[in-house]
């Protein structure tokens, strides 16, 4: 994984539960303020428990990629779905079967 600079790459490696996604450079970047409002609306500590999935916005039907070291932060998402695989390579190559742009 490329991370666009150190403090992504700790954050990711040691640093609270946190989502990342993409720049269009194709490296991740932690989203604090995604990343707070999932802590917020779990109303605890989420586990840190990495994935890399599909996030789906259910309004528009947009789908981005999506790394996270915090599964929990996506409990019970108002707006939001996420599809699980069990690697960066799977998710990367499912999105890019949808085609551009990414819309399910």
Known sequence: MQFCSA???AVAASGPP???LRTLEGLWRVQP????????RLK???KRLEGHGLMT????????AVYTTGRDLFEDHPRVTVE???SEADATAALEALGCPSVR
Do not use: M, N, Q
Not at 33 to 40: M, P
Not at 57 to 64: I, L, P, W
């Open 7 to 9: 403090y992504d790459e």
């Open 18 to 20: 946190s989502i990342f």
């Open 33 to 40: 303020d995604l990343s707070r409002d999932g802590c917020e």
């Open 44 to 46: 605890r500590v989420p």
């Open 57 to 64: 916005d259910t309004a528009t039907g947009f789908v981005t």
């Open 84 to 86: 699980w695989f069990a």
